[in-house]
């Protein structure tokens, strides 16, 4: 089976722009989550998809928002990029469907603002 | 609210050795599962291994075992015959089942390995 893939694998943006990011999980895999990892906060959870409903969010503000379409494809969008946005973004996904399931993590996107 | 502790920010390990990654972790859930991954400089989350809260055994993965002390909240990744292959940041992760938040992994704060010939 493929792993997991991101698009693009890495970014550059300007303050104030938005950015799409988009991540295909291993197939017949119903739930992708995303993770922002920086150096100064760690891995920190953004928000949950399964069967293309957010099933879990984390503390980030609102302008980090997602969706997740029929085959299970998922999109993060963040607008109104700021400096502290520069991060590696991670997908995981896995079947959805048990509590203890592992995640399985993409390669990430590597977004830096400037 | 559920907490991951990893003290070490940097190991040295010679080649063919054994290394231990701790780590400690606190949480209310009654159930939770624990996982490692490996995370080189590629980038890319490698998941290593799993270990249940309720499992009776410690888990193993090849070379990749986990000590496994509940009552210690413990759960320390003990690698084999380290490869210089092994370099790479480690990450002690958990998820609990009962929270509304069990699809979320809580992160801790990485124990970068650097293996030596």
């Known amino acids: 089976k493929a792993g997991v893939t991101q698009t693009p694998r890495y970014l550059i943006k300007t303050r104030g722009q938005q950015v799409t990011l988009s991540c295909s999980p291993i197939s017949g895999h119903r739930s992708v989550s995303w993770y922002q990892q920086t150096p100064g906060q760690g891995l920190q959870f953004l928000f949950e998809?399964?069967?293309?409903?957010?099933?879990n969010k984390g503390n980030f503000p609102g302008r980090f928002s997602g969706r997740q379409f029929s085959n299970s494809r998922s999109e993060m969008n963040v607008s109104t990029l700021e400096l502290g946005d520069s991060a590696l973004y991670l997908c995981?996904?896995?079947?959805?469907?048990?509590?203890?399931?592992?995640?399985?993590f993409g390669p990430g996107t590597r977004l830096l603002v400037l | 609210a559920q907490k991951i502790t990893q003290t070490q920010p940097g190991m040295f390990v010679q080649e063919k050795e054994a290394v231990t990654l701790d780590c400690t972790y606190d949480t209310s859930d009654p159930s939770y599962g624990l996982f490692w991954y490996k995370q080189p400089s590629s980038g890319e989350m490698i998941f290593l291994i799993y270990q249940g809260s309720y499992d009776q055994q410690n888990a193993t993965e090849g070379r990749y075992s986990l000590n496994f002390q509940k009552a210690r909240k413990s759960a320390n990744l003990v690698i084999s015959a380290s490869q210089l292959g092994d370099s790479a940041m480690y990450f002690c992760a958990m998820r609990g089942i009962y929270t509304g938040t069990a699809s979320k992994l809580t992160f801790g704060t990485g124990t970068r390995l650097q293996v030596t010939l």
């Open positions: 998809y399964f069967s293309e409903t957010q099933r």
């Open positions: 995981a996904s896995s079947q959805g469907l048990q509590k203890q399931e592992t995640q399985y």
